[in-house]
């Protein structure tokens, strides 16, 4: 769970992860701790989408006005984080809405923007997945599919860039989930309670520190959480330059044909995953293992 987080982190096109398993096993943990390892990365000042300024292509309405109006646009460094969308979500409050009255009075559309607005760039994470409204999946898989969030009411319409890295958890006894969703997974990873007892007594024992503040506790994570962070910002720069051999990328073809996989999408997401991998364990190319 904890390594298939991180190769999405360092590799976003890997296409998320989704989290499977009984409830009390840490995975909306995991995933909400996730945020304070994630890298920072530029955004265009004052954008409530975060656009990236490089990517001028990809810039959202408002950004591209202000390039042709001024030449350059102002920058400034944030954190990655995880955006969370609400089980209970309406339709309006994860797409955006159009002030429609506004639009037919002056001719300026007013856009108020959704969850998929701050997961741009982002990850957004949908806890209990499964039990998500159909109509709310369908938007998902659209602007996962575009990159693209287009909100339409009443002839009126708007679009901004909605990128982001898609990470769910659900509890497979409360219901399965859409194949069209499943299938928008890059990773899935099965997670189980611990059955050794000690195992299960030093987790205990740790939940204790941290709610009462040990701050011996505290400072001994945070040094590891520190070194976890930079190691991921080094892999995200080092990527780029993993090799992938064309023999390795014919073992990843047949095991996928030995596997019966439908579609190419597998093939694509190891050859992602293993490049991510080897950047993180510091290697200029995949291993066989």
Same mark, same amino acid.
């Given at each position: 769970?904890?390594?298939?987080?991180?190769?999405?982190?360092?590799?976003?096109?890997?296409?998320?992860?989704? /989290?499977?398993?009984?409830?009390?096993?840490?995975?909306?943990?995991?995933?909400?701790? +996730?945020?304070?390892?994630?890298?920072?990365?530029?955004?265009?000042?004052?954008?409530?989408?975060?656009?990236?300024?490089?990517?001028?292509?990809?810039?959202?309405?408002?950004?591209?006005?202000?390039?042709?109006?001024?030449?350059?646009?102002?920058?400034?460094?944030?954190?990655?984080?995880?955006?969370?969308?609400?089980?209970?979500?309406?339709?309006?409050?994860?797409?955006?809405? /159009?002030?429609?009255?506004?639009?037919?009075?002056?001719?300026?559309?007013?856009?108020?923007?959704?969850?998929?607005?701050?997961?741009?760039?982002?990850?957004?994470?949908?806890?209990?997945?499964?039990?998500?409204?159909?109509?709310?999946?369908?938007?998902?898989?659209?602007?996962?599919?575009?990159?693209?969030?287009?909100?339409?009411?009443?002839?009126?319409?708007?679009?901004?860039?909605?990128?982001?890295?898609?990470?769910?958890?659900?509890?497979?006894?409360?219901?399965?989930?859409?194949?069209?969703?499943?299938?928008?997974?890059?990773?899935?990873?099965?997670?189980?309670?611990?059955?050794?007892?000690?195992?299960?007594? +030093? /987790?205990?024992?740790?939940?204790?520190?941290?709610?009462?503040?040990?701050?011996?506790?505290?400072?001994?994570?945070?040094?590891?959480?520190?070194?976890?962070?930079?190691?991921?910002?080094?892999?995200?720069?080092?990527?780029?330059?993993?090799?992938?051999?064309?023999?390795?990328?014919?073992?990843?073809?047949? /095991?996928?044909?030995?596997?019966?996989?439908?579609?190419?999408?597998?093939?694509?997401?190891?050859?992602?995953?293993?490049?991510?991998?080897?950047?993180?364990?510091?290697?200029?190319?995949?291993?066989?293992?």
């Amino acid at each position: 769970m904890k390594l298939a987080l991180i190769l999405n982190a360092i590799v976003p096109a890997i296409g998320g992860v989704l /989290i499977r398993g009984e409830k009390g096993t840490g995975k909306s943990t995991a995933v909400r701790a +996730l945020a304070r390892l994630l890298p920072e990365h530029q955004v265009v000042e004052g954008c409530h989408y975060g656009c990236d300024p490089a990517d001028v292509d990809n810039l959202c309405a408002d950004c591209r006005l202000r390039l042709a109006e001024h030449g350059v646009l102002p920058v400034h460094t944030r954190r990655m984080r995880v955006v969370e969308l609400p089980i209970n979500a309406s339709e309006d409050r994860v797409v955006g809405t /159009i002030d429609i009255e506004s639009a037919l009075r002056s001719g300026a559309r007013r856009f108020e923007p959704g969850v998929l607005a701050d997961a741009n760039r982002n990850i957004l994470y949908v806890d209990e997945v499964n039990l998500l409204d159909d109509h709310l999946v369908d938007v998902l898989l659209d602007a996962a599919a575009m990159g693209v969030n287009l909100v339409e009411r009443e002839g009126v319409s708007f679009a901004h860039p909605s990128r982001f890295i898609l990470v769910g958890t659900m509890n497979p006894e409360e219901g399965e989930l859409r194949p069209q969703l499943l299938d928008r997974f890059g990773l899935c990873v099965d997670v189980e309670g611990i059955r050794d007892p000690d195992q299960r007594v +030093l /987790i205990a024992e740790r939940d204790a520190d941290f709610k009462r503040g040990d701050h011996e506790f505290l400072n001994e994570f945070a040094a590891a959480d520190h070194n976890l962070s930079r190691a991921l910002a080094e892999a995200i720069g080092a990527v780029v330059g993993v090799k992938v051999t064309p023999g390795q990328t014919r073992l990843v073809s047949s /095991i996928c044909v030995e596997a019966d996989v439908l579609g190419h999408r597998a093939d694509v997401v190891i050859d992602r995953a293993m490049r991510a991998l080897a950047a993180y364990r510091r290697h200029h190319t995949p291993t066989r293992e």
